[in-house]
């Protein structure tokens, strides 16, 4: 899911992924096959995330991905979207992914917070991620109507909330992109919290790769339900989003970070991270 001059053992400039500006340079592969797809299930599932708040609470990863992804057109992505929850709320999204170097296949995970504090993810027993702060902070979005009364209006509304964002990124070179709203949520919840109503996750995608993720959740505060928004980055480089043609939210390129194996100290602290599980020769 998911640019800065790097040097890792061959010259190449990662967008979270590949650098958008950079066409692959290998002939661009199908999309995974079943076996990469249960390939990618099964190391999600290896995952043990807990939030700080409730550490004897397994996150609980969904059985199926929330989407299947590619980018053929940088250096033959191809992955799958995943999310944990609890009590039905996402508190973590993710994506595991394979690119194409010449003739290796190299396998990365990225990861964004969604919760409201600390929370720590363990791989195959290996502490590799403990973001220390909310990886999100809601907020009242101006103009949103008055929460409806049923799911069905309230998904008519978050689609057209939706629909007021626009999304860019600018790679390493300048170069911007525009990214597509998908039509359809990557989620929909209704959970067992107290004081929330309902929420969605959407996706603001190059290609189908997603790039950043819009939280739109009905939440009670004060007596009085609301529609409040959040942004998470899934991706490294710079990327802006706009409500209504005003930017409300930026984040800069993070330095060093596409070349990280697993278990690297940089950003392990961080609400978004992503690293190399694994290295593969490519099928021809």
Do not use: C
């Amino acid at each position: 899911m998911v640019a800065n001059s790097l040097v890792v053992v061959v010259a190449w400039v990662v967008v979270g992924q590949q650098d958008a500006s950079k066409p692959s340079n290998t002939e661009s592969p199908q999309q995974a096959t079943p076996k990469a797809v249960e390939q990618f299930k099964a190391e999600a599932a290896e995952y043990d995330m807990r939030l700080e708040s409730r550490s004897k609470d397994k996150l609980v990863l969904a059985k199926e991905p929330l989407l299947r992804w590619d980018n053929p057109a940088r250096t033959g992505e191809d992955g799958a979207l995943f999310v944990w929850t609890l009590d039905g709320r996402p508190e973590v999204i993710g994506t595991i992914f394979t690119y194409r170097y010449n003739d290796l296949l190299r396998r990365k995970h990225e990861f964004h917070s969604l919760a409201a504090g600390p929370l720590t993810a363990n791989f195959r027993g290996q502490r590799v991620w403990a973001p220390r702060q909310a990886g999100v902070k809601l907020q009242p979005l101006p103009g949103a109507p008055q929460p409806a009364a049923t799911a069905r209006e309230r998904l008519t509304q978050m689609k057209n909330l939706a629909r007021e964002f626009s999304a860019n990124m600018q790679d390493s070179n300048g170069e911007n992109f525009q990214l597509r709203l998908l039509p359809q949520p990557l989620m929909r919840y209704e959970p067992a919290v107290k004081g929330l109503l309902d929420g969605a996750l959407f996706s603001f995608s190059l290609g189908t790769d997603p790039e950043a993720i819009l939280v739109l959740e009905a939440q009670e505060t004060g007596g009085r339900t609301q529609w409040q928004y959040a942004i998470a980055r899934f991706h490294f480089i710079d990327i802006k989003v706009a409500h209504q043609g005003r930017e409300v939210w930026h984040v800069p390129l993070l330095p060093d970070i596409a070349s990280l194996d697993i278990g690297a100290p940089n950003y392990q602290d961080s609400v978004y991270t992503t690293y190399h599980v694994g290295t593969d020769k490519a099928e021809k």
